[in-house]
Structure formats: structure tokens, C-alpha cells
RNA sequence: GGGAGAAUGUCCCGAGCGGCAAAGGGGGCGGACUGUAAAUCCGCUGGCUAAGCCUUCGUAGGUUCGAGUCCUACUUCUCCCA
């Protein structure tokens, strides 16, 4: 792969960032991408109200794609999240009702038109719903005219499914069909919008070849594959995970303060790779800020922090988020922009523990994890570390704007504030 | 259909002669060191009105002063035979 030398904009772009894992046919990819030939398709479950940043990568393909002069389809798994793709996972997941996934497909469209730009153009993106031409899909038929291409021989080799019986988990048979359901959209793609290419993480190579397997055989034009690697961070971990959850696209999953500060929180060994692949910084400006060393590469996270936040939450609200970090942390100041939780005035007048006004801030889960955490010192008010767990909060503790600075940690902070 | 085994702390894995809020690990959180990093070291990791009280070991009963542990039934999963 890295011997190849692509002309287009598109794959030198995805090459040279990183974005690429295996691809079926670099060369008649690379010829097609080079007029602007690629319609590109990814998929998206729809099995949470909004996608996590696991999915951006192939967000971001999709938008280099648009950039380089070729046309995306973002398309919702609406019919396919009703079957249960087993790839990658080691359990059945539930059933969920077609209710949940409707609401589900609403919150994860809204990220797309931050990246991509919709419309009727050559070059626009497009958004379309599987269940669109799966929900209607009667048995019989497709069994003749979709089934009968496949074996049953090859699918049990294919990773998704040998992972499972290897270890003698359960895979159902509904979740077996999936890897149809996925081929068949990409046939249904290409003959609705010309599409010839899906993308996708490299979990979903097994699908993705099967369905230009599929479309093959069922007559299409020749359709393309292109994965991206599943990310880890540099020691290891899966990316996109934190202590409260998953890193959220969506503002009300995540504030953007709490999205900004997952990137600045990056560590040294995946600044560059990120600045790659969740950044559109040119080239030459990722060079110079991979090689600031030491105590400096801060200054590259910071960047790195401000422009992933920028592609999905806006560029004010990355600026904002910023320089709420930049006082807290650097100025030490009580950034009124801090996450804020409102509390009565008559509470603080009647006495209120300091227990429970961190319960009440929601930065621990109980006043039993709160007496730990000042047993650790992990606690503060007003940047004071907190000894007694039977202190209470009282007004001289509220500044002039009525508001009182508490603190987990040296990171977590969450102002108080009267009403 | 017959036989054998398993289910443990609401993140996961996993020990547990009738005295158990229950070993150990991973993960996570906090502290120290740093640079809001990594690595390392230390502490914590059921709830609460907290020297006490309450609720936990698949479900429901039973034996016992006392049950995660013994008995019975049920549920689910795994394995072997058919």
C-alpha cells in the first residue's frame, strides 16, 4: 500500500493521512477518483442517538471525498439496525424496537451537515435510509434473487462469523443475515446513485467485499472497497471511551467544553496521527506541530483540541470551549463558562452538605464516592481541598456572582450557582 | 429426549472448609511525579442521615443461632449421549 503512488486528490489525500487500510483495487479506484467518478458510500447503525467518535474517521472520508471533487452518501442503517450486525461483537446485541431507531437516526443525522454539504448537486451528498428498500423486502424473492449468491461455506470463514463459533458464542440467525442485508444495500446503491464505492472501518471488510461480490454477480457496474483501521490510542485503549461514557458527537450528549477537553487530552504519541485523520490542517502546519517536543506538544493539542471540536460543534463553540480551558487551567481564573448546575439559595441557607452539593454538581455518582474522594484529596472548593465530610456549604463560600467553584480532581470542574 | 456442569460485587474476568460487604486481576476514579501526556508508585472502587444502619452472590422456598457456601423446585447457558 505504501508503494502505491495514487493521482488522484482523493486517495493521495487519504493515503497520505492515514485513513486507509486495505482497499480492494487502489489502481481502478485511483483512475475513477481522478475525474471525480466516485460515488462513496458509508453505513451507520442507528443504535444510539447519536454516533461517537469511532465513527468519525469515515465521516471525515467521506468529507476528504466531497473535498477532492467526488460525491458521499451518508446512509442510515434504518432497516439494517433492525437485524444486528454481529462484526466485532461478542454478544447478540438486543433487539431494538423500529421506534428507538427512528429516534436514534434522527439525532445521528444532524452531525453530517457540519462535514458535508448536502444537496441536489453533482458533488452534494446525499442521505438515504436502507429500510427505504429493506423493510419492503419480500422473503421469497430475495432468497432467489439475493440469497442464491451466497454460500453458506464461505460466510462461516468470514471473520464476523467465525469469531463467534469459535468461541461457541451464539450467533443468531437473524444477525447471520446481516452480512446480505449490507451487501445488498450496496447493489441497491449503485443502481439507485451510481454509487461504486463503500467505506468503512476495517471491521466491515468482510461485508463490504461481499457486497461487490454481490453486485458481480447480480450485474452492476464494478463497485470498489476501502476500510479505514479501527483506532486504538497509543497505549492501547479502545478510542472513544471515557470514565462517563462514550465521547458523543452530539451537544447534548457532550458539551463541547467536555469534547474539547477529550482531545486536549490526547496523548504525546497520537497527536500527529489525530491531527491527520480528525483535523482538514494542511499538511506542511501538522508537520510543524507534530515536532514541537517536550512540554510544547501542549500547544499542538490545543490545536488539535480546537479544530476537532470545530468540525463538529462549530468554530465558536471549539473557541469558547478553549478559552474556557485556557482560564481555568492556565489563568486559574472561575471561568463563569465552566459546566454550571443551579441550585436553590434557600438550600445553601438551610445547610447543605458539601457531600451532596458535589452530588448535586454531579461530579460523584454518591455522597459514599464523595467521602472517598476528600479522603484522597480529591476535592475541592474554590480550589481549597475539602478534609471534613461533614462541612457545609455556606454564602460567604459564593463569590460575587453567586456562584462557588467545585473541583474533582484537577480536571473536572462544575460551578454552583444560586437562583 | 437422557446425562453432566455453570450462574458471584449492576463495567468485565474471577476465588470463595456454614461466620462474608465476600480474595485476586483488568478497567475506572483520586493522589504523587510531570506538561491537563505517557510510564511508574500509592490510595480507593455496594448504598446511606456513616464509630452505626441497610442491601448484595440467577429466581423462589427450606434446613440452621447464622447460608454465596447445605437441601428442594424453577429459569437461563454450556458440554456429553441420542
Same mark, same amino acid.
Given at each position: 500500500?505504501?508503494?502505491?503512488?495514487?493521482?488522484?486528490?482523493?486517495?493521495?489525500?487519504?493515503?497520505?493521512?492515514?485513513?486507509?487500510?486495505?482497499?480492494?483495487?487502489?489502481?481502478?479506484?485511483?483512475?475513477?477518483?481522478?475525474?471525480?467518478?466516485?460515488?462513496?458510500?458509508?453505513?451507520?447503525?442507528? =443504535? /444510539?442517538?447519536?454516533?461517537?467518535?469511532?465513527?468519525?474517521?469515515?465521516?471525515?472520508?467521506?468529507?476528504?471525498?466531497?473535498?477532492?471533487?467526488?460525491?458521499?452518501?451518508?446512509?442510515?442503517?434504518?432497516?439494517?439496525?433492525?437485524?444486528?450486525?454481529?462484526?466485532?461483537?461478542?454478544?447478540?446485541?438486543?433487539?431494538?424496537?423500529?421506534?428507538?431507531?427512528?429516534?436514534?437516526?434522527?439525532?445521528?443525522?444532524?452531525?453530517?451537515?457540519?462535514?458535508?454539504?448536502?444537496?441536489?448537486?453533482?458533488?452534494?451528498?446525499? !442521505?438515504?435510509?436502507? /429500510?427505504?428498500?429493506?423493510?419492503?423486502?419480500?422473503?421469497?424473492?430475495?432468497?432467489?434473487?439475493?440469497?442464491?449468491?451466497?454460500?453458506?461455506?464461505?460466510?462461516? /470463514? !468470514?471473520?464476523?462469523?467465525?469469531?463467534?463459533?469459535?468461541?461457541?458464542?451464539?450467533?443468531?440467525?437473524?444477525?447471520?443475515?446481516?452480512?446480505?442485508?449490507?451487501?445488498?444495500?450496496?447493489?441497491?446503491?449503485?443502481?439507485?446513485?451510481?454509487?461504486?464505492?463503500?467505506?468503512?472501518?476495517?471491521?466491515?471488510?468482510?461485508?463490504?467485499?461481499?457486497?461487490?461480490?454481490?453486485?458481480?454477480? !447480480?450485474?452492476?457496474?464494478?463497485?470498489?472497497?476501502?476500510?479505514?483501521?479501527?483506532?486504538?490510542?497509543?497505549?492501547?485503549?479502545?478510542?472513544?471511551?471515557?470514565?462517563?461514557?462514550?465521547?458523543?458527537?452530539?451537544?447534548?450528549?457532550?458539551?463541547?467544553?467536555?469534547?474539547?477537553?477529550?482531545?486536549?487530552?490526547?496523548?504525546?504519541?497520537?497527536?500527529?496521527?489525530?491531527?491527520?485523520?480528525?483535523?482538514?490542517?494542511?499538511?506542511?502546519?501538522?508537520?510543524?506541530?507534530?515536532?514541537?517536543?517536550?512540554?510544547?506538544?501542549?500547544?499542538?493539542?490545543?490545536?488539535?483540541?480546537?479544530?476537532?471540536? /470545530?468540525?463538529?460543534?462549530?468554530?465558536?463553540?471549539?473557541?469558547?470551549?478553549?478559552?474556557?480551558?485556557?482560564?481555568?487551567?492556565?489563568?486559574?481564573? =472561575?471561568?463563569?463558562?465552566?459546566?454550571?448546575?443551579?441550585?436553590?439559595?434557600?438550600?445553601?441557607?438551610?445547610?447543605?452538605?458539601?457531600?451532596?452539593?458535589?452530588?448535586?454538581?454531579?461530579?460523584?455518582?454518591?455522597?459514599?464516592?464523595?467521602?472517598?474522594?476528600?479522603?484522597?484529596?480529591?476535592?475541592?472548593?474554590?480550589?481549597?481541598?475539602?478534609?471534613?465530610?461533614?462541612?457545609?456549604?455556606?454564602?460567604?463560600?459564593?463569590?460575587?456572582?453567586?456562584?462557588?467553584?467545585?473541583?474533582?480532581?484537577?480536571?473536572?470542574?462544575?460551578?454552583?450557582?444560586?437562583?
Amino acid at each position: 500500500m505504501t508503494d502505491f503512488q495514487p493521482k488522484s486528490d482523493f486517495l493521495a489525500t487519504l493515503i497520505e493521512r492515514g485513513y486507509v487500510h486495505q482497499a480492494s483495487d487502489l489502481a481502478g479506484l485511483d483512475a475513477l477518483a481522478a475525474k471525480g467518478g466516485v460515488v462513496a458510500y458509508v453505513g451507520y447503525d442507528c =443504535t /444510539a442517538p447519536s454516533l461517537h467518535i469511532g465513527s468519525l474517521i469515515s465521516i471525515m472520508m467521506l468529507a476528504w471525498l466531497q473535498r477532492t471533487g467526488n460525491k458521499p452518501i451518508a446512509l442510515m442503517g434504518g432497516g439494517t439496525t433492525r437485524v444486528g450486525d454481529p462484526s466485532g461483537k461478542d454478544e447478540t446485541r438486543r433487539i431494538l424496537s423500529i421506534e428507538d431507531i427512528e429516534a436514534n437516526k434522527n439525532g445521528i443525522q444532524r452531525v453530517f451537515s457540519n462535514l458535508i454539504n448536502f444537496g441536489n448537486g453533482t458533488i452534494d451528498a446525499r !442521505m438515504v435510509d436502507n /429500510a427505504e428498500w429493506l423493510a419492503p423486502l419480500n422473503y421469497i424473492e430475495f432468497l432467489r434473487d439475493v440469497g442464491k449468491h451466497f454460500s453458506v461455506n464461505r460466510m462461516l /470463514a !468470514m471473520d464476523s462469523a467465525k469469531l463467534r463459533l469459535e468461541r461457541e458464542q451464539e450467533l443468531s440467525f437473524i444477525e447471520f443475515n446481516y452480512m446480505l442485508l449490507q451487501s445488498y444495500d450496496f447493489v441497491e446503491l449503485a443502481r439507485r446513485y451510481g454509487c461504486n464505492l463503500q467505506m468503512g472501518g476495517s471491521d466491515q471488510w468482510g461485508n463490504i467485499v461481499s457486497g461487490i461480490d454481490l453486485g458481480r454477480r !447480480m450485474g452492476t457496474h464494478q463497485l470498489y472497497a476501502l476500510t479505514c483501521p479501527l483506532l486504538t490510542t497509543a497505549s492501547g485503549a479502545k478510542m472513544g471511551k471515557t470514565a462517563s461514557g462514550a465521547v458523543w458527537l452530539n451537544e447534548d450528549l457532550l458539551s463541547a467544553y467536555e469534547y474539547w477537553q477529550y482531545w486536549r487530552n490526547t496523548e504525546d504519541a497520537d497527536v500527529s496521527r489525530f491531527l491527520k485523520l480528525f483535523t482538514f490542517l494542511p499538511m506542511g502546519e501538522i508537520v510543524r506541530l507534530s515536532a514541537l517536543g517536550g512540554a510544547e506538544i501542549n500547544e499542538a493539542k490545543k490545536v488539535l483540541a480546537t479544530e476537532a471540536t /470545530a468540525l463538529v460543534r462549530g468554530r465558536a463553540a471549539a473557541e469558547a470551549a478553549a478559552d474556557t480551558a485556557r482560564r481555568a487551567f492556565e489563568l486559574g481564573e =472561575t471561568a463563569s463558562s465552566l459546566p454550571t448546575v443551579e441550585i436553590a439559595a434557600g438550600e445553601v441557607d438551610a445547610g447543605l452538605g458539601l457531600l451532596n452539593a458535589f452530588l448535586k454538581a454531579g461530579l460523584v455518582s454518591g455522597t459514599g464516592e464523595a467521602r472517598r474522594q476528600i479522603e484522597g484529596g480529591g476535592l475541592k472548593v474554590n480550589d481549597n481541598a475539602v478534609s471534613d465530610p461533614r462541612a457545609t456549604l455556606s454564602r460567604s463560600d459564593f463569590n460575587s456572582d453567586g456562584a462557588v467553584k467545585l473541583s474533582l480532581g484537577k480536571k473536572k470542574h462544575v460551578l454552583l450557582k444560586l437562583v
